[in-house]
């Protein structure tokens, strides 16, 4: 029997990268899986689950919206035990020269949207006496220059991270975050416009000096994040809440 098999759980941001990741491993664990995220197309990859798959376009940045969404996923499926917190972007630049527009929508999409979702599926999992909250923070909640606004919001991510595992571990919900160092995925191509402003020449050059500094000598893959992700919304970690698990090859870099 496959460690997921009966569950329910929503990803946000499944369409790439981490979330793909996320996506194919909770499917291969025997989870049914519904796919937050405006870019589409995703089920078309795993035909051999499409019963167990379901897609739906949704601005997490809109709280009504999530809402419905969240109400779609327990029609379909009928329960709700696990939300994957991935959706996340990228507006890199230095303090004086970034814009409202810029910090506003990072702060909106991945704080803000992660605490939309979490709103959302409280209710469901709080009538079950059961739930998993992953969300996913980031190494840069660290400090990291040219991204105030990406730091912020992922250090906010941990903020709430465990100011719910307190709140709701009573109902039998756990909420741990994974932070990610630097993963290859086609997010990461976007630091190519901010590696000229770190005085990098090149993105070949920004990934080369990121190994250089790194113990483990190599970049993450989508499926590191993931496997530790999966290990979060299975029952292996029952007695895990309130937890930032750094999935960065590095103690702290």
Avoid at 144 to 151: D, E, F
Wanted: proline content about 2%; some cysteine; charged content about 25%.
């Amino acid at each position: 029997m496959e460690m997921l098999e009966g569950k329910v759980a929503i990803v946000t941001g499944g369409a790439r990268g981490i979330g793909l990741a996320t996506v194919r491993q909770l499917l291969l664990q025997g989870a049914k899986v519904a796919i937050f995220d405006l870019l589409e197309g995703v089920k078309e990859q795993f035909a051999d689950y499409e019963d167990h798959i379901l897609e739906i376009p949704v601005d997490i940045r809109n709280d009504g919206d999530v809402k419905k969404a969240v109400e779609l996923v327990e029609e379909k499926f009928n329960r709700i035990d696990i939300l994957i917190n991935n959706a996340g972007i990228l507006q890199d630049n230095f303090i004086e020269e970034m814009t409202e527009e810029e910090w506003d929508q990072v702060i909106d999409i991945n704080l803000k949207g992660s605490f939309n979702c979490c709103k959302a599926v409280t209710p469901y999992m709080k009538r079950q006496q059961y739930g998993k909250m992953v969300l996913v923070s980031s190494l840069a909640a660290l400090g990291t220059k040219g991204r105030v606004n990406y730091a912020a919001s992922k250090a906010g991510i941990q903020g709430m991270t465990r100011a719910l595992a307190v709140e709701l571990g009573h109902s039998g919900i756990l909420v741990n975050a994974v932070a990610p160092g630097f993963i290859e995925t086609d997010m990461s191509r976007v630091s190519e416009t901010s590696a000229g402003k770190r005085g990098i020449a090149d993105f070949d050059s920004f990934k080369k000096a990121v190994i250089t500094k790194n113990p483990v000598q190599r970049l993450g893959k989508p499926e590191d994040v993931a496997n530790v992700i999966e290990f979060l919304a299975s029952d292996k970690s029952a007695y895990v809440t309130g937890q930032i698990i750094y999935v960065s090859g590095s103690p702290g870099m």
